[in-house]
């Protein structure tokens, strides 16, 4: 990791920054600062004001008081955690903050984002790359990122990572990917009671610096806590105390007491999690034999066979498309496999939570999705609970219970669902990029509670750090129907199989279109009754998209066959050296174009098979 750049001028500085959130301060005498050259990470708690500070450094919010400090012809780019793409194309929108047409083009390009396709039917990742593409293509000196690795797959992040490393502005990172963060950050800020903290070192030194600071915090709690025990015998004690009623020393006291308690409020927001894995399931969960999946002409599984016994955390990795959520669907009985043979184990109890948070409709309240009975109560794992309590452990407050789901954030969502889940007894849990939107801190909750857990984990995530502390065995589909599994983490597999991902390349690992997923959460129920689901169709709008790709793929096709016979030409180049650049580039924009449209239609015919719907 490149150490920090000597001090310069900051580019944007925050000096005794003061917000209030309702009655309550949300900070109370910020001081930060960046650079130009510096990378930084800024770390807090859940609810600790992340993204509003970065708002509030990026000018789109004003704090009560203090000064924010912004040097003259400073230019802002600001990714947010759910962008929305807005114009007839991407490329539209990714001009649309004044950034050069070429410029845009070009990292769209770097992006692997066709700059003509329409901004309608992205998917999440496509939306947070075309998002990234447009910050850089603004060429900004302050770039601010909002947890930009969400939806993107491995390497796309690492994508990420080459462009910020040649970035030569400063850039403020809120993100809970720690793998992301140790290659690419310098300094780390860290919010916490209620001010910035800095340590000038990449992420990697964080945690043991954040550590003992939290061990001074407690250290120094602790004799606050019997100074005011001292102090309070005191002052009741004293006879001079009562009859002068010193005043002074009564409002010391209260100072010190009120001091405390803004600590151990501080201290006590966490979240409260558990599991219970229920009843045991056989010892065999899975057993696959020669298993084959296809959707056209694109073979996703070919010949596959693998053990699932009951105990084991499997991670499932690849690139998006690659088949992951597919062969979930074939794990969990939801879908067919073309040939071979699926094998479920006996008494199992499955909670799948699936990426794109389907089983959260967003009319619902928090308190309709805890207790959908009506009651005030919910069974979390066998036991009646208030749902006001339960909410409560997962850091909701009283006043959201009856706020619709739509109006939650991202990682609000993440943790509705987390609750929901994890009332129910399951001896099997299947995981589809359950840390997006997360924090530190209930990451290492998540990751502590998973750990100790004794029932069967099947988690799908792009998280390379968290499938290395959890994973048991790691089992990667590069989307060619190859798959290889081998025992431990991410890091393990890479070290085994370093070509094994040279079968496809870079470009088709991240230009993939289609939705998320929409496969809802149920609650635990026999693997078998998982397929019997009413059958549907797909949305107007997906068969229209359909029925385009199936007339344009051909045409394509037809195009490329033609150019490429222009250029068979071998003095083309000498003849007409414009024609020769022209048809180039129009050829790989073609191509690009059918790369996309067949891995469109691909996830198409897949969400049409998983619905029951005849071809």
């Known amino acids: 990791m490149a150490k920090t750049p000597a001090t310069k001028a900051p580019l944007l500085a925050l000096k005794d920054v003061r917000l209030m959130d309702g009655m309550n ?12 050259g510096v990378r930084a990470c800024l770390v807090g708690k859940n609810g600790a004001g992340k993204s509003t500070l970065m708002r509030l450094m990026s000018g789109l919010i004003e704090a009560d008081s203090g000064e924010r400090v912004v040097s003259s012809g400073v230019r802002y780019a600001f990714v947010l955690q759910e962008p929305e793409p807005l114009g007839a194309t991407i490329l539209d929108w990714a001009c649309s903050g004044g950034a050069e047409h070429y410029t845009a083009e070009a990292e769209l390009y770097a992006f692997e984002i066709d700059p003509n396709a329409p901004t309608t039917s992205m998917s999440g990742g496509e939306k947070r790359r075309a998002a990234l593409a447009k910050a850089f293509a603004e060429e900004p000196d302050l770039l601010f990122l909002d947890e930009p690795t969400n939806h993107l797959d491995i390497f796309a992040i690492e994508t990420l990572e080459d462009r910020l490393r040649s970035f030569r502005g400063a850039a403020l990172i809120v993100s809970h990917d720690r793998t992301f963060l140790e290659r690419t950050t310098q300094r780390c800020f860290w919010l916490y009671d209620r001010k910035v903290m800095k340590l000038d070192q990449g992420y990697s030194g964080f945690e043991p610096w954040s550590e003992q600071v939290m061990k001074d915090a407690e250290e120094s709690l602790s004799r606050l806590q019997k100074a005011i025990e001292r102090e309070t015998k005191t002052f009741y004690s004293s006879i001079t105390a009562r009859r002068t009623r010193n005043e002074g020393r009564a409002a010391r006291l209260n100072a010190m007491r009120a001091d405390a308690s803004a600590r151990l409020m501080q201290r006590s927001k966490t979240m409260e999690m558990s599991i219970d894995s229920g009843g045991t399931s056989g010892r065999l969960v899975a057993e696959l034999k020669n298993v084959s999946k296809a959707f056209g002409e694109r073979t996703l599984l070919n010949n596959f066979s693998t053990r699932i016994m009951r105990g084991d955390r499997l991670a499932i990795v690849g690139p998006n498309g690659a088949g992951k959520s597919t062969l979930v669907k074939l794990l969990l009985g939801q879908q067919a496999a073309d040939s071979g043979e699926i094998k479920l184990g006996t008494n199992l109890e499955v909670a799948y939570l699936d990426q794109g948070r389907d089983a959260l409709k967003g009319d619902e309240t928090l308190w309709d999705v805890l207790a959908n009975s009506g009651s005030d109560s919910i069974m979390v794992q066998g036991t009646p609970k208030h749902v006001a309590a339960y909410a409560k452990d997962f850091l909701f407050r009283d006043n959201q219970l009856r ?4 109006s939650l954030s991202g990682g609000e969502r993440n ?11 399951t001896n099997m849990l299947v995981l589809d990029e359950p840390t997006n939107d997360l924090d530190m801190d209930t990451l290492d909750l998540l990751e502590d509670m998973l750990a100790d857990y004794d029932g069967t984990l099947i988690l799908v995530s792009h998280d ?8 048991t065995s790691t089992l990667a589909l590069n989307g060619k129907g190859g798959a290889a599994e081998t025992p431990g983490g991410w890091q393990d597999f890479i070290g085994q199989n370093p070509d094994f991902f040279s079968a496809i390349s870079r470009m088709e690992s991240i230009k993939i279109k289609g939705e998320a997923p929409s496969v809802l959460f149920e609650k635990p129920v026999e693997v078998t009754t998982l397929a019997k689901k009413p059958a549907q169709k797909l949305s107007y709008k997906d068969q229209k998209r359909l029925e385009d790709l199936e007339r344009l793929m051909p045409e394509w096709q ?9 250029l068979s030409d071998p003095n083309l180049y000498t003849k007409a050296p414009k024609a020769f650049e022209q048809t180039t580039r129009q050829l790989t924009h073609t191509r690009t174009s059918l790369e996309n449209g067949e891995m469109e239609w691909l996830e198409l015919e897949e969400k049409r098979a998983a619905l029951g719907q005849a071809s």
């Open 403 to 406: 706020q619709p789901v739509k």
């Open 464 to 471: 390379r750090d968290f499938i290395d502390r959890l994973a």
């Open 415 to 425: 943790r509705l669902q987390l609750a929901r889940a994890l009332a129910k007894a």
């Open 25 to 36: 301060p949300l900070f109370d005498g910020v001081d930060l600062a960046l650079e130009r």
């Open 558 to 566: 037809a195009e490329i066959a033609k150019m490429e016979e222009i």
